[in-house]
């Protein structure tokens, strides 16, 4: 049986809606749970300017549902490395799941991995539209 010549275009989307529904509702929850005030407030205990906790909901919010659908995924998920990197700093203290409850810097650092490999396979099928693909 020789696979189908669809399904690797297929399983990219899926990483693809994967990683976006991640990235959405990360910015969502910075927004619902932490609020935006506690998000500020929580940047600026790491020694971050303020406005850096809007930046990262904006682009957590705005490349999620541009990665869900399928709309500039290469430069999206580029971009959104730095995010994630600034996430394994913000968690490195930590240690890693093993020795905090609350999870450490392996996450992000994998995640940030992920959105390495969707740049690399761009966005498969199940596009919003193939030229913004």
Same mark, same amino acid.
């Given at each position: ?6 399904l ?6 899926l990483?693809?809606?994967s ?7 990360h910015?969502?929850?910075?927004? *619902?749970?932490f609020? %935006? ?13 303020g406005f850096?906790?809007y930046l990262?909901?904006?682009a957590?919010v705005?490349?999620?549902?541009a990665?869900?659908?399928g ?6 998920? %580029?971009a959104?490395v730095?995010?994630l990197?600034?996430?394994a700093w913000?968690?490195?203290? @930590?240690?890693w799941? *093993?020795?905090n409850?609350?999870g450490g810097w392996?996450?992000p650092?994998?995640?940030?991995i992920? %959105?390495l ?5 761009g966005?498969?099928?199940w596009?919003? @539209?193939r030229r913004?693909?």
């Amino acid at each position: 049986m020789t696979p189908s010549s669809s399904l690797p275009r297929h399983t990219t989307a899926l990483l693809r809606i994967s990683l976006g529904v991640m990235a959405l509702a990360h910015g969502l929850m910075k927004v *619902f749970v932490f609020t %935006l005030p506690g998000t500020v407030a929580y940047f600026e205990s790491l020694g971050l300017p303020g406005f850096m906790a809007y930046l990262t909901i904006a682009a957590e919010v705005g490349g999620g549902i541009a990665l869900v659908l399928g709309v500039y995924t290469r430069w999206v998920s %580029l971009a959104l490395v730095p995010v994630l990197l600034g996430a394994a700093w913000a968690h490195l203290g @930590n240690g890693w799941v *093993f020795s905090n409850p609350g999870g450490g810097w392996e996450f992000p650092v994998f995640w940030a991995i992920a %959105l390495l490999v969707q740049a690399g396979l761009g966005s498969g099928s199940w596009v919003l @539209n193939r030229r913004l693909a």
